[in-house]
């Protein structure tokens, strides 16, 4: 675990809370479930999914997470060394069965949710007491978008996760052609400014931590890091707007700038909305940015 620590306040003074692995693997599992959208960005669709007879497995949840990408999430109690190729495998699996996934993700969230899922980026998350350096390595050696996550209880009152790594599928430009390759959606009415403003946006985003996977979507373009942070719309003429996970009421509202738009509808997540006109636009909302990064 990492070296932060939690206490509790009292009239007399502090006491650590000490963190704790759960008494059984079904003990975080049952709770990660019951609030999977809260903790990952995820929906929850199924637990102890049967793969089938000739397959022989259970896939412990599925998911599908803010951007319509289908998730498998596979718990350990402690430390396990296979739960990544186990994933894996059920991924793969996952993948060769997609009109059966659709059929749940119909039943489960309707038919406009079905025929929207993302299959070119598919996510394995793994929830876990802890990994080995080799875990870490490991995934990096692999194509997909996996996230490694560490969990602790801390009493009876308290919840952790903590991301020891996050690796980025293929919806993900490469690091070198960042600049050059703006992932938001196209738009006829752009011109050459919001264009720029827009990779500018790219490469700010990509730049706030390790471990960020661009999703391109037909109307938006999220940045996630585990849960979406930030989602760019195509260019406007005279503005670029960019919805953030950051609360409203907590960043002081400018009129022309920054709006709230909790309960409204629009593209992408995110109950703030940044409107960038300029440069001058940018260098104020990078603050927001990296906000809504840290809350991610």
């Known amino acids: 675990m990492s070296g932060l620590k939690l206490f509790h306040t009292t009239n007399g003074g502090m006491t650590e809370v000490m963190p704790r692995l759960a008494d059984a693997e079904t003990d975080v599992q049952s709770l990660v479930e019951a609030n ?24 412990d949840s599925l998911g599908i ?7 498998v999430v596979e718990f350990k109690r402690g430390t396990d060394a296979g739960v990544i190729h186990q994933g894996l495998f059920y991924l793969s699996w996952l993948m060769d069965h997609r009109s059966e996934y659709q059929h749940l993700v119909r039943d489960r969230l309707g038919v406009t949710a079905a025929a929207q899922v993302l299959w070119s980026a598919p ?12 875990d870490v390595h490991a995934v990096r050696e692999h194509r997909r978008s996996i996230d490694l996550v ?8 308290h919840f952790g996760l903590e991301t ?29 400014a919001m264009a720029e403003l827009a990779a500018a946006v790219d490469e700010i985003l990509l730049g706030l931590g390790d471990g960020i996977t661009r999703v391109p979507r037909q109307t938006y373009c999220a940045y996630q890091r585990l849960r979406n942070f930030a989602c760019v719309c195509p ?62």
């Open 36 to 59: 999977m959208e809260a903790l990952l960005g995820v929906r929850f669709l199924a637990t102890e999914y049967s793969t089938g007879p000739v397959h022989g497995g259970r896939i």
């Open 65 to 71: 997470d803010e951007n319509g990408a289908p998730v």
């Open 123 to 134: 996510r394995l998350i793994c929830v876990a007491g802890d990994f080995t350096r080799y």
């Open 150 to 157: 560490r969990y602790r209880f801390f009493g009876t009152e």
């Open 164 to 192: 020891v790594a996050s690796v980025t599928g293929q919806a993900t430009a490469p690091r070198t052609a960042r600049r050059r390759t703006s992932a938001v959606p196209s738009a006829s009415s752009r011109d050459g």
């Open 235 to 296: 260019p406007q003429k005279t503005k670029l707007l960019v919805y953030l996970k950051a609360d409203p009421k907590g960043v002081g509202l400018v009129p022309g700038f920054t709006r709230d738009v909790t309960g409204l509808g629009h593209h992408g997540t995110g109950d703030l909305e940044v409107q960038l006109r300029a440069e001058r636009d940018l260098e104020r909302a990078q603050d927001l940015f990296r906000l809504s990064y840290a809350a991610a």
